[in-house]
C-alpha cells in the first residue's frame, strides 16, 4: 500500500501489473493483477489466488478490494484489472457484484501487455444489479406477515 498525495493513473496501473506478478495460478496460468485506488490517495492491490479446490480460488479484484476495506477504505476512484489476454478482460460475474456493492462509481480501467485499455463503469457491467436496497424492500413489507 502506498499512500499520501493522489497517485496518477500510470502508478495505479503499474501497481496492478506488480500485483499480477504476484499471482499463484498454477493450475490456470492465467495471472490477473488489481489495483484499487482510494479517494486519499492510498493504493490496494490484489492478484488471484487459486486452490487445489477449484472453488476456493480468489480473483484479484476481490483481494484488493478486501484489503482496502480492511484497512478503512470505503471510498475509491480507479480499479485497474491488468491481464495478458488479446483483448482487455472484465470481471468475473462475482467480482462485479462486489465492485457494484464496495466500489458502485469507481473508474474501472482494463489494460493488456499491448498497451489497449477499456474504461467501464460498473453500472454497464451489471446492468439491474442485486443490492442492499432488495433486502430493505423485504424486511419493510414482511415485518409482522406470516406470508
Ligand atoms: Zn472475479
Known sequence: ?????????EEVIEAAWSARERAVAPFSN???????ETDDGRIFTGCNIESASYGLTVCA???????????GARCFG??????????PTPPCGTCRQIIWEHCR?????LVNLQGQTEELQIKDLLPRAFDARYLKEISRDKVGSKK
Open 1 to 9: 500500500m502506498s499512500e499520501g498525495k493522489k497517485q496518477t493513473k
Open 30 to 36: 492465467f495471472r490477473v493483477g488489481c489495483a484499487v
Open 61 to 71: 479484484e476481490r483481494v484488493a478490494i478486501w484489503k482496502a476495506i480492511s484497512e
Open 78 to 87: 480507479l480499479l485497474v484489472i491488468a491481464v495478458d489476454t488479446e483483448n
Open 105 to 109: 462509481d469507481t473508474n474501472i480501467l
